[in-house]
């Protein structure tokens, strides 16, 4: 099989039910979704076909050049690991999905800094008691409504779904989608792993356990993007003792089908400071109870402070960096968008009662020019 081949383009589908009309792509680090009509054969849609065409010339889509940077950093991509991971390496033409990414519901109750308004209530309630958010609050759909869409596919393919927030684990809706897959997806307790994209801060109810015995694996993607203080920063208002406390106990205690994955963001916050997250997990969270292995993956922020903003001496100073590759290689200083990101740091450093330059001492000499 060609070296551009990718098990998401082929298996692959998330779903994004908090616009109307909901819209699709055949992956979450696609920037661009397209509306679909869920009452129709939506798997077939005319954009994944054309997708999954050119994926069979060998050709990288430029949409896809979050995985084709990482990889040619020599770093794991969500391609790589998929063509791994979902047990349909080389195959095309799937009658339905092997892996589906569901986002209906951003209940959240944290603002972290490389997310936003779009994924996050609580990033709606913070700016609305500052006046900044006009908009109401967002009103989740209903998990009938999406279990009704999800009737519409062929589910025998499925390997993996990955609930995507918000954060999945506050409440009961994503839960509740879980128990309708495990009792309707066939052969779901060998075959099927549901995966929770989590901050960390929430534990796993009692209630919840029947239903993880009745899936394959259950898997938390915890993000965590820095250690201590700048984890804070990052991750506002978590805290970093309650949260390690939490996943350490959860490791523990949960059901021995439940396994992890440290998932981190990479962005101009943390650059420079990879080491000390990577020296944490090694040191207390590398594998499981049971002996398997805890996964630390990373994929490249977007928006103002993706690396691209990075200034000269930023760049300068990660020259012998192990990371310094994640840099765009057509990178060029941009200081009208420099300038902009350091005025969005400093407007949340007000509300939130921050300070970039304490938390970050070396990255404020970087952009000392713009501060």
Not at 27 to 38: A, E, H, S, V, W
Not at 228 to 238: I, S, T
Not at 340 to 352: E, G, N, P, V, Y
Request: proline fraction near 4%; charged fraction near 20%; aromatic fraction near 10%.
């Amino acid at each position: 099989m060609t070296d551009a081949y990718c098990s998401m383009i082929h298996g692959g589908l998330h779903l994004d039910f908090k616009r109307t009309p909901v819209t699709a792509q055949h992956c979450c680090l696609r920037k661009t979704q397209f509306p679909i009509d869920t009452q129709t054969d939506f798997w077939n849609h005319i954009n994944f076909v054309d997708l999954r065409e050119k994926n069979k010339t060998n050709a990288w889509d430029p949409g896809c050049n979050n995985c084709e940077r990482l990889e040619q950093s020599g770093h794991s991509s969500m391609r790589s690991g998929m063509n791994q991971g979902l047990d349909v390496h080389g195959q095309t033409g799937l009658s339905g999905p092997a892996r589906i990414d569901l986002m209906f519901d951003i209940s959240c109750n944290l603002a972290c800094r490389t997310c936003g308004t779009h994924s996050s209530t609580f990033w709606q309630k913070h700016l609305k008691e500052h006046d900044l958010w006009q908009l109401p609050i967002f009103n989740p759909r209903r998990v009938d409504e999406v279990i009704h869409s999800l009737q519409q596919l062929d589910l025998s393919n499925l390997r993996q779904i990955v609930f995507c927030g918000g954060e999945t684990m506050l409440g009961q809706a994503y839960w509740n989608v879980a128990n309708w897959l495990a009792d309707n997806v066939p052969n779901a307790k060998n075959q099927l792993t549901v995966c929770f994209q989590t901050n960390g801060t929430q534990p796993i109810l009692k209630q919840n356990v029947e239903t993880i015995q009745k899936l394959y694996l259950v898997k938390l993607h915890i993000s965590l993007d820095g250690v201590g203080e700048k984890f804070e920063y990052l991750r506002w208002p978590a805290d970093w003792a309650q949260v390690t406390d939490n996943i350490l106990h959860i490791k523990q205690t949960a059901p021995s089908n439940v396994m992890f994955l440290v998932e981190e963001t990479i962005s101009i916050f943390n650059l420079l400071y990879t080491k000390e997250l990577t020296q944490w997990v090694q040191n207390h969270f590398v594998i499981s109870r049971e002996g398997d292995v805890i996964d630390h993956t990373k994929h490249l922020a977007i928006g103002d402070f993706s690396l691209a903003n990075c200034s000269a001496e930023y760049v300068a100073a990660m020259s012998a960096h192990s990371d310094n590759t994640l840099i765009p290689p057509d990178w060029i200083e941009d200081e009208k968008k420099i300038k902009r990101m350091i005025a969005s740091i400093k407007t949340a450093d007000q509300l939130r009662a921050q300070s970039f330059e304490k938390t970050f001492p070396e990255l404020a000499e970087f952009y000392c020019r713009f501060l």
